[in-house]
């Protein structure tokens, strides 16, 4: 049977000796995995592996990125394909358990606990043998220790945050999962949990985060995993996943001091590939590459003294992009 391995420095997990250790393979397989709920299906023959490292799970709202971290997590089963971790069933499987940590989106705590009680219960769940250590050193790592002894209902929201993500660290994971871990931390916060995460993935372990912002991804992240509606869009390093987003077709509303000259100023462009002349003034772009005409637009409207007053991009929206990741 394979075994999680937690890395040097562990909180004292119980969890069994390792015979794979995070950085001799991949940790977290899905393969061909679907899940349906009656006639809706939340996430369609998604098959994607994951090593050491840290990896951004990337899409809109309501794609599918919680359902697929839950059967990670063993919360839910799959309906059709495997989840496995470290070549184990991620359902049912309490051996999983203790060596992998979650953060849901979703807040479950009680406002009269202090955030050492919170974490403490953790440690003490997990059957650690020092839990009140293995509280502590959780509790330092995410920099909450000095209102460590505050009620949780006194804490802001990312203060909460913070101290859940120290309740999953306690039993020193190989494998942690957080569902949108930034929400509601200021940009302190959220620097000192991106330095975290690069430091877990680092050292060998595998974490897989879940955001609906770019920019977040691109921050602490070298490999994406795409989802759109349920389905598994594009999957790599995030330098391609970049390309894809920004060389893709796009329409823009123009308006400038001189339309029709800029008209025909652009239609020689290779990246544009049509344009619609408004009579009521302004102009509809259809551009065939988005990065390219972003940069060369600037360059034709002072070669041709052109005022631009107003540009939009019509379709500029997570929707839109994520949809396209499908197509391409």
Wanted: net charge neutral; glycine share 10%.
């Amino acid at each position: 049977m394979s075994t999680l391995t937690v890395p040097a420095g562990s909180a004292g997990s119980q969890a069994p000796s390792a015979s794979r250790a995070p950085g001799t393979g991949s940790l977290v397989e899905l393969r061909g995995v679907t899940k349906w709920y009656g006639n809706v299906v939340a996430v369609n023959d998604i098959t994607m592996t994951l090593g050491p490292g840290v990896t951004g799970l990337l899409g809109p709202n309501g794609a599918g990125k919680t359902t697929v971290l839950h059967m990670m997590a063993g919360f839910l089963p799959p309906s059709r394909g495997e989840v496995l971790i470290a070549g184990e069933p991620a359902w049912c499987n309490p051996f999983v358990y203790s060596g992998l940590g979650i953060v849901v989106e979703r807040e479950a705590v009680h406002g009269f606990l202090t955030g050492w009680d919170f974490v403490l219960a953790s440690a003490k769940l997990h059957r650690l043998p020092n839990p009140e250590a293995a509280a502590r050193r959780a509790i330092e790592l995410v920099d909450m220790v000095e209102p460590m002894n505050r009620r949780m209902g006194t804490y802001s929201k990312g203060m909460r945050q913070r101290m859940r993500v120290a309740a999953a660290l306690v039993h020193d994971p190989a494998v942690l999962l957080l569902d949108e871990p930034f929400n509601g931390m200021d940009p302190r916060q959220r620097l000192h949990m991106m330095e975290l995460l690069h430091a877990m993935g680092d050292v060998g372990r595998t974490v897989l985060f879940s955001s609906h912002i770019l920019e977040e991804v691109e921050q602490i992240s070298g490999t994406v995993q795409v989802i759109v509606a349920g389905r598994l869009a594009a999957s790599g390093d995030y330098r391609t996943i970049r390309r894809l987003m920004t060389h893709r077709p796009h329409v823009f509303t123009i308006r400038s001091s001189d339309d029709r000259r800029l008209a025909v100023a652009l239609m020689g462009r290779a990246s544009v590939a049509g344009i619609d002349i408004d009579p009521k003034g302004g102009l509809t772009v259809r551009a065939s590459d988005y990065g390219t005409f972003t940069r060369e637009l600037p360059k034709i409207a002072l070669a041709e003294q052109i005022r631009v007053q107003r540009l939009v991009p019509a379709d500029e929206s997570l929707e839109s992009v994520f949809s396209y990741l499908v197509g391409a």
